[in-house]
């Protein structure tokens, strides 16, 4: 694991045993069948800035779009966002920006206007991109995407254990209760359809204020959101949202006093990559860089 900050504050997080949870939650992945760590096989990074989210609440857009182009360049190892983009998306796209308006914690204007400003820095004419979640399948602009970004909050949640990366894209199915068994395990599979194969770029899951308990459909509750102030940004939608897995359990074990797994488990992460090879799991496998504020960063 790449780090460029201070060593990360973990004397509650192994006095509970987190780790442990979080291996259960996401599955052990390779290392553990042989007994061989893995070698890192994607890159991860998260950035964190205290004062993207003031202790009030608001938050600062023109920050949140700095760490992500901090995170972009980190991420493909450039020296410039600039270059960093250009790995994402060229001129002659034709870009979705895949969103999650669910209103009591959505993506933030601001890192879709950031989003958006970036690829038509790249060349991308605006008539070529276009932001959306629920209506995607009738959005021109998705209907004819050659390359999909990927971006939600993470949160817990009541059929699949957590709203993930991988599960963002459950709005391109035209029945998505048709992967909602076993706690939504066949969530893999929608990325395997010919109109998302090999088109989601890259994966931003918004940790800002994540939601960390629920109880029932659609729980929501201010008690369960936490300033943490990140974003994890990487190709690998398996390996995004397995780091954010780890962080929400260690927040829940940490909150409730004892190991408090995600129920139903959220292996839909696992299994996509497993089943689906849509990424890794195993933190072994993970290069996680960090970068920015690393107080209580949990990972």
């Known amino acids: 694991m790449s780090q460029k900050t201070g060593s990360v504050n973990r004397r509650d997080f192994f006095r509970i045993g987190t780790g442990a949870a979080a291996a259960s939650l996401i599955g052990a992945g390779g290392a553990e069948a042989d007994d061989k760590p893995s070698a890192p096989t994607s890159r991860v990074v998260l950035i964190r800035e205290k004062a993207v989210v003031s202790e009030e609440g608001a938050l600062d857009g023109e920050m949140l779009h700095a760490m992500l182009n901090r995170a972009m360049s980190d991420l493909f190892e450039v ?17 979705g920006i895949k969103t999650n308006v669910w209103r009591n914690l959505r993506t933030p204007v601001e890192l879709e206007e950031a989003i958006r400003s970036e690829v038509m820095k790249v060349g991308v004419k ?32 009541n059929w699949s254990g957590l709203g993930t990366c991988i599960k963002n894209l ?5 029945r998505p209760p048709e992967y909602h068994g076993d706690s939504c395990a066949p969530l893999g599979a929608m990325w395997k359809l010919p109109e998302l194969e090999c088109k989601v770029k890259l994966n931003i899951l918004v ?4 939601q960390f308990h629920g109880v029932g459909p659609h729980s929501f509750s201010k008690e369960y ?46 299994i996509a990559g497993s089943r689906y090879g849509l990424g890794v799991s195993d933190p072994e496998a993970i290069d996680l860089v960090r970068l920015g504020w690393d107080e209580d960063a949990l990972i």
Not at 79 to 95: C, F, M, N, T
Request: aromatic share 6%.
């Open 225 to 270: 959101i936490w300033p943490y102030r990140g974003l994890i940004v990487g190709v690998d939608p398996v390996a995004v949202d397995a780091t954010g897995a780890r962080i929400l359990q260690a927040k829940r074990d940490l909150y409730f006093g004892e190991p408090r797994p995600i129920s139903p488990p959220a292996h839909h992460i696992e």
């Open 170 to 174: 459950i709005m391109f199915v035209p």
């Open 126 to 157: 605006p008539d070529d991109v276009a932001v959306d979640d629920r209506g995607v399948l009738e959005n021109p602009v998705f209907q004819r995407a050659t390359a999909l970004i990927n971006t939600r909050p993470l949160r817990t949640h």
């Open 207 to 210: 940790m800002l204020t994540p």
């Open 79 to 95: 020296e410039s966002p600039e270059e960093a983009w250009k790995k994402v998306v060229s001129p002659s796209d034709v870009v």
